[in-house]
C-alpha cells in the first residue's frame, strides 16, 4: 500500500486530493495546523476515530514553518509521495503579511526537500509543488506555457518563484523526483470564501434569496483561466506516476472576465444583470427576471427588483499590483499525462452557484428560527 503525505489537507485541494487517494487504496496522512477551533469541515467525511482498525486517513499537527515537526513527520512516515499544498495562498493577503507568505510558500518547500534528502529519501520520496499561474504575472504573452517566462506581481508570487525554482535545483542537483504542477485558478463548492468565484456565489445565492443587497466587488476586468479543483488534483498525482520528474502547466485554454462570471452565476438563478459605469462606479443592475425560475428555486420574489443595482464596486479590493491576463496552454500535460478537464465554466459555475443556493437555505432557516448567521463580505 502506497503511503502519501499531504501538506495543506484541510484546505480545497488537499481534501479532493485525500479522498482521491483514499479511493485509490493509499495511506494518507496529512498535515493540519493547530488552530483553536475546529478547522477540518472539508475532510470530516473522510474521518474515522483512529481507535478503530483499519483507518487509512492520519492526521498529524505541523506548519511548514517548522523544518523539527517537518522533518519528523517524514521521518517517522517514510512516505512514497508528498503533496506540497499548504500555503498562505490569498494573494491579496500577501501584501499583508509578506513575510510569513515568504517563509510558508517560499522556505516551507526547502524544509521538504532537505529533509527528503537529510533522511536518505531522495530515491524513494517524491515530491509534488503548488507551483501557480500568479508566476505569470505581467504579461509576456498568451497563452501561458511551461516555457512562458516569470514575472510575478505580488508577495505570494515571489515566495511561490522561491518554490519553483527550488525545486527544479534539487531535481537537477540531486536527482530527486521532484514536479512543479503550474495550475490555474481552479474553483469548487468548497473553495475558499474570500476568493472571487466562491465571494461570487455565496453573494448570487444570499441576494437570490433576499439575505443580501448588493455584491461589493474589486477589479471586474481581471481575467482568469478558471477550471474545477476535482479536476485538477487528478493532475497532480499523474505527475508523480511518470518515468521522469518534469514540470506541467494545468489549464482549461479559456479565458473570462471577473465580470462575465458574475453574469454566469446570476444568470443561473435566471437573473439577468446588465454592467454600466466605469472603473469604481462601474455597477451591475437587474435588467430581467425569469420568474418562473425564481419560482422553481424557491428564491425570494420581493426581494428581487427590475433596475435594482446588485453588484458595486469598491476599491478597497484593488491590489496594489494586479495580474491581468491568466490563460494556459495545457497541450504538454494533455499529451505525456494524457489529462483531460471535465468541467468547463459553465458546469463549474452551475456546480457552484447551487451548492451555495443549498447553504444559503440553510442560512435562511436559521435566521427564521431566529438565529444569527455569519455575513462576511470579505
Ligand atoms: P487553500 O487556501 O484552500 O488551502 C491552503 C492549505 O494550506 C490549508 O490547509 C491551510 O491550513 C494550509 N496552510 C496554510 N498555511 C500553512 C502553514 N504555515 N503550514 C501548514 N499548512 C498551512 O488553498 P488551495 O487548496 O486552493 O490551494 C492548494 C495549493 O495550491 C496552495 O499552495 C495554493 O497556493 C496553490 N494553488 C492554488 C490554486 C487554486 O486556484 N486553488 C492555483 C495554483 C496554486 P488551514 O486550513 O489551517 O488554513
Ligand atoms: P487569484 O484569485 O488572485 O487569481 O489567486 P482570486 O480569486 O483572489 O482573484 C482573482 C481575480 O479577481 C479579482 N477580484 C477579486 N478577488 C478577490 N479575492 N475578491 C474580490 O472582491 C475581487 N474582485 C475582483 C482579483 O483582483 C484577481 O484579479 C488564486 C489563489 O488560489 C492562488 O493561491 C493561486 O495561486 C491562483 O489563484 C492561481
Not at 168 to 173: I, L
Not at 190 to 199: A, H, L
Request: net charge negative.
Amino acid at each position: 500500500m502506497k503511503k502519501a503525505l499531504i501538506t495543506g489537507i484541510t484546505g480545497q485541494d488537499g481534501a479532493y486530493l485525500a479522498e482521491f487517494l483514499l479511493k485509490k487504496g493509499y495511506e494518507v496522512h496529512g498535515i493540519k495546523r493547530r488552530s483553536s477551533s475546529f478547522n477540518t469541515d472539508r475532510i470530516d467525511h473522510l474521518y474515522h476515530d483512529p481507535h478503530e482498525s483499519g483507518v487509512k486517513l492520519q492526521l498529524h499537527y505541523g506548519d511548514l514553518t517548522d523544518a523539527m515537526n517537518l522533518t519528523r513527520l517524514i521521518q517517522e512516515i517514510q512516505p512514497d509521495e508528498i503533496y506540497n499544498l499548504g500555503a498562505q495562498s490569498h494573494v491579496k493577503v500577501s501584501f499583508d503579511s509578506p513575510e510569513y507568505t515568504a517563509n510558508a510558500d517560499g522556505l516551507g518547500v526547502l524544509r521538504i526537500l532537505e529533509a527528503i534528502r537529510l533522511l536518505g529519501l531522495t530515491h524513494k520520496t517524491r515530491l509534488y509543488q503548488a507551483s501557480t499561474s500568479e508566476l505569470y504575472g505581467l504579461v509576456q504573452h498568451v497563452p501561458q506555457s511551461e516555457t512562458t517566462p516569470f514575472y510575478p506581481r505580488s508577495p505570494y508570487a515571489v515566495a511561490k518563484l522561491y518554490g519553483y525554482w527550488i525545486i527544479v535545483n534539487y531535481r537537477e542537483a540531486y536527482q530527486m523526483y521532484a514536479c512543479n504542477g503550474i495550475l490555474f485558478n481552479h474553483e469548487s463548492p468548497i473553495r475558499g470564501e474570500t476568493f472571487v468565484t466562491r465571494k461570487i456565489t455565496r453573494a448570487v445565492a444570499k441576494i437570490g434569496l433576499g439575505l443580501q443587497d448588493c455584491l461589493y466587488i474589486g477589479n471586474l476586468s481581471a481575467q482568469r483561466d478558471w477550471g474545477h479543483a476535482k479536476d485538477y488534483i487528478v493532475a497532480m498525482w499523474l505527475m508523480l506516476q511518470q518515468d521522469k520528474p518534469e514540470d506541467y502547466v494545468i489549464a482549461t485554454g479559456v479565458t473570462t472576465t471577473v465580470r462575465e462570471f458574475i453574469k454566469m452565476a446570476f444568470g443561473e438563478l435566471g437573473i439577468d444583470i446588465e454592467f454600466s459605469g466605469k472603473d469604481e462606479n462601474e455597477r451591475g443592475v437587474i435588467i430581467d427576471i425569469d420568474q418562473q425560475k425564481i419560482e422553481e428555486l424557491g428564491l425570494n420574489a420581493d426581494a428581487l427588483k427590475f433596475g435594482q443595482t446588485i453588484v458595486k464596486v469598491d476599491p478597497k479590493y484593488f491590489r496594489p499590483t494586479e495580474v491581468d491576463l491568466l490563460i494556459g496552454d495545457p497541450s504538454k500535460a494533455k499529451k505525456q499525462l494524457g489529462w483531460e478537464p471535465g468541467y468547463d465554466l459553465q458546469a463549474l459555475v452551475t456546480d457552484m452557484v447551487h451548492s451555495d443556493l443549498h447553504l444559503a437555505k440553510k442560512d435562511e432557516h436559521m435566521k427564521k428560527g431566529g438565529f444569527k448567521t455569519l455575513n462576511y463580505f470579505e
